[in-house]
């Protein structure tokens, strides 16, 4: 399929031992990486991206597992556990030649910068994380009938097998499911994009199963080590989440505050898919953000 981010050069770029990250690279100026969610691309980015470009050397990869980024088959839980996608993102860098870079991530990529920021403070500068939690508080604040909108966490860590047939089985309407229900704005996702999304996770089932099945074990193993030890993050850090604080039954900001030694914590009006119905707002936040 042919969209792109305009102003954007596409590259494949080797980042580990026989990990190539698809990614979109714009932009002059201190490098900023913008990592995507569930269940969407790099192309998430399309319109926040430009408007950053204006000041920053801009890059957009797809996940591993995700896109038309490497696949690789989940040998073992650490295939696809955040620590190893974070370090793909420390790859990522060294192959532009960036020593330091801001990081932003939404989602699935919010949970892999999360991860950065926690294994590499010396080289992410500034981190942005939109709509989660992290991993370890995403599973405590998870209780009776109201887990019910995170359906999809308990049915991905299920052992390997019956969730990638059931999926592959039905996935258009599975993870279209989840773009219609996540959105507040009818347009934010339009039909070619919507196809696009579509088309690169019916390729990827069984890489997406496998890392939503990693934050159900190994994440939490590395994130409750961290909370033992005491660790934060250090660098500035902004969170935007929508106010789904209230139907859980928890306080988001809260939430967060141990884990962050300098937060600002936002909520917006958006659906999940914030980048995209809010593109304008979330430029902005991204850019404050970094000027810090």
């Not at 979109?24 to 969407?40: D, K, N, S």
């Amino acid at each position: 399929m042919g969209i792109t981010i305009p102003g954007f050069e596409v590259k494949s770029i080797a980042v580990a031992d026989g990990i190539e990250l698809n990614a979109a690279v714009g932009g002059q100026g201190p490098a900023l990486v913008l990592l995507h969610g569930f269940p969407e691309t790099h192309l998430m980015w399309r319109h926040v991206a430009p408007i950053l470009a204006e000041h920053h050397t801009v890059v957009c990869p797809d996940l591993r597992g995700y896109g038309a980024s490497s696949k690789p088959e989940a040998v073992d839980e650490n295939t696809y556990s955040k620590r190893t996608m974070a370090a793909d993102i420390v790859g990522l860098a060294d192959a532009l030649g960036f020593d330091r870079f801001a990081l932003v991530g939404h989602d699935r990529g919010a949970h892999v910068a999360f991860r950065a920021g926690l294994d590499h403070p010396d080289r992410v500068s500034h981190l942005g994380i939109l709509d989660i939690l992290p991993t370890l508080d995403t599973w405590n604040v998870l209780h009776g009938v109201s887990a019910a909108v995170a359906f999809h966490l308990y049915l991905m860590a299920q052992p390997p097998g019956l969730p990638e047939r059931m999926i592959a089985n039905s996935s258009d309407a599975f993870f279209g499911y989840f773009l219609d229900i996540w959105s507040k704005s009818s347009d934010a996702i339009p039909a070619d994009v919507r196809a696009e999304y579509l088309h690169a996770c019916r390729d990827a089932v069984e890489s997406i199963v496998a890392d939503y099945r990693a934050t159900a074990t190994v994440d939490i193993e590395h994130d409750q080590a961290d909370h033992d030890a005491g660790n934060r993050l250090t660098m500035p850090v902004m969170v935007v989440q929508q106010d789904w604080g209230k139907q859980l039954g928890f306080d988001a900001s809260a939430t967060w505050r141990p884990w962050v030694a300098d937060l600002r914590h936002f909520t917006t009006q958006a659906g999940h898919f914030m980048a995209e119905e809010a593109p304008e707002d979330i430029a902005t936040l991204v850019l404050d953000l970094v000027k810090r």
